[in-house]
């Protein structure tokens, strides 16, 4: 069989008379391909903005730390493009080694877009921690009741245009992250079936970030768009380390 390779050295195919630009490893077209077309990114002044792709469920569960971390990220990533960002804490009270005032407030008042509030009661459902059980039901009760209001406040407005940075989410969000709901499902305070029908009834423009739960939220598994579990390998609590300020709270 005869060769008809070319010799080394030689480009028989299109590539080599292809535009430098056009080439797959040529400069300019890796800088195309990079974020920014190879500009490094920047900070703009913040502007009510609408996104252009929100809608989804998220679900944050697992035994591992970086839950409430990770949709704080979010809320800040989302807050800082313009969009108009709530975060509600199911269930947030903690041990007596947290204190009253978490960082991730101090930074939500520093920042325009997104707003906070905390319906939790101190220590934990049925730790025996001296706080009260009925209180924590009674908490979590009033927490998906305000849920349901801010969702449909959210069907009720114009999440086609931007919406005011400091308005009352009452008015509208973009985003919704309820934290530690999940948690509060695990113990019996809040049922799958509202949880599911909250998500029906949510508009389609609105972004649901839900987090907490040491065990799979497997009812969420259809009607969630993303689904992440937060595994621990190893923690420092486990060492008898407490709450550290600044990164627990």
């Keep these: 069989m005869s060769d008809d390779r070319p010799e080394s050295g030689d480009r028989s195919d299109d590539a080599a008379d292809a535009p430098a630009t056009d080439r ?4 300019a077209e890796t800088r195309r391909n990079t974020p920014g077309g190879g500009v490094a990114p920047g900070a703009n002044a913040i502007e009510p903005s609408v996104p252009e792709e929100f809608g989804l469920v998220q ?3 697992g035994d591992g730390k970086g839950k409430t971390t990770a949709a ?17 804490q199911f269930l947030k009270g903690g ?19 997104i707003s906070y509030e905390n319906t939790g009661h101190y220590g934990w459902k049925g730790l025996m ?10 908490k979590a009760t009033a927490a998906f009741e305000r849920t349901k ?17 400091e308005g009352d989410p009452s008015e509208g969000v973009n985003m919704l992250v309820l934290d530690e709901i999940l948690y509060a499902v695990d113990m019996g305070l809040v049922e799958e079936d ?19 739960g040491h065990e799979e939220p497997t009812f969420l598994l259809d009607a969630a768009d993303l689904v992440t579990e937060v595994r621990k390998v190893k923690h420092p609590f486990d060492e008898g380390t407490r709450a550290r300020k600044g990164t627990e709270y």
């Design 194 to 212: 509202e949880v599911l029908e909250l998500i029906d009834e949510a508009p389609a423009d609105l972004e649901l970030v839900l987090t907490g």
């Design 59 to 61: 679900a944050w569960w």
């Design 72 to 88: 704080l990220g979010m809320a800040f990533r989302a807050a800082g493009h313009g969009y108009r960002v709530h975060l509600l």
């Design 129 to 138: 921690d001296g706080s009260d059980d009925d209180e924590h039901a009674a």
């Design 95 to 113: 041990a007596d080694s947290v204190e009253g005032v978490r960082g991730e407030y101090n930074a939500i008042e520093a920042l325009p877009g």
């Design 24 to 27: 797959p490893d040529s400069p």
């Design 149 to 165: 209001a801010l969702v449909a406040a959210a069907g009720e407005s114009d999440l086609s245009e931007p919406l005011a940075s």
